[in-house]
């Protein structure tokens, strides 16, 4: 069933070798009754667990914020989930590197695309700038949990991972959620790429 609810952006943002991971991801509500606190739990509980199981065990959670923005834009929550550092026992590529998810919604408009920037990378899944057949087989896992929690017709949860144009949907104070569009597909990037800066609180 396609969302039809508020939307809601979610910030998390982890610290690796003294530096600032962070990534800005858009969500709807499926029913409309959701709030900022709901999607907060079912990060914590689902997006966190699965994502530490790529990380290296160096990296820290500093929180996760999460606001509404539609009708009316309104006060953030935030958390830090009770399991803090990656799983991975290994050291990490340069925290400036990430692996690359490319956020397809079925549509060939840039403004339609987003992607997720995933550092640090453990460097036993890297081998000359490229993940391993070892690190596809894990950050495919990861994509995979993010579509069975979060997809459009099918995710296990109340929310739908979605991309959001501010050209299409405002860019503050108001927001729109014609501006936003359904993820349908999530492709892994084999080549590791940098982690575009961004101000806080703006999505890729």
């Known amino acids: 069933m396609p969302a039809?609810?508020?939307?809601f952006r979610a910030t998390i943002s982890l610290q690796s070798q003294g530096g600032l991971c962070q990534n800005v991801l858009h969500f709807r509500g499926d029913t409309g009754v959701e709030e900022s606190q709901d999607l907060l739990d079912v990060l914590e509980g689902a997006y966190w667990p699965a994502y530490r199981a790529v990380l290296?065990?160096?990296t820290t959670i500093l929180g996760i914020n999460v606001q509404q923005l539609t009708p009316l834009v309104r006060d953030p929550v935030s958390g830090v989930p009770i399991d803090l550092p990656g799983t991975i026992p290994t050291a990490e590529v340069n925290?400036?590197?990430?692996?690359?998810?490319?956020?397809?919604?079925?549509f060939a408009s840039r403004r339609q695309r987003g992607r997720i920037y995933l550092a640090p990378v453990p460097?036993?899944?890297v081998q000359?700038?490229?993940?391993?057949?070892?690190?596809r087989t894990l950050y495919t896992t990861f994509k995979n949990e993010i579509l069975t929690n979060f997809n459009d017709d099918t995710g296990i949860s109340s929310f739908t991972l979605g991309v959001y144009s501010r050209l299409e949907g405002g860019d503050g104070p108001t927001y729109s959620v014609a501006g936003w569009t359904a993820v349908t597909q999530i492709d892994v990037q084999?080549?590791?790429?940098?982690?575009r800066r961004r101000r806080l609180g703006r999505g890729a």
Do not use: D, F, H, M
């Open 190 to 195: 084999s080549i590791l790429g940098a982690q």
């Open 123 to 125: 460097a036993n899944l």
């Open 95 to 106: 925290s400036q590197c990430a692996t690359i998810l490319t956020l397809r919604t079925g």
């Open 56 to 58: 290296p065990i160096s």
């Open 4 to 7: 039809i609810g508020e939307l």
């Open 128 to 135: 000359i700038n490229q993940l391993t057949p070892e690190g």
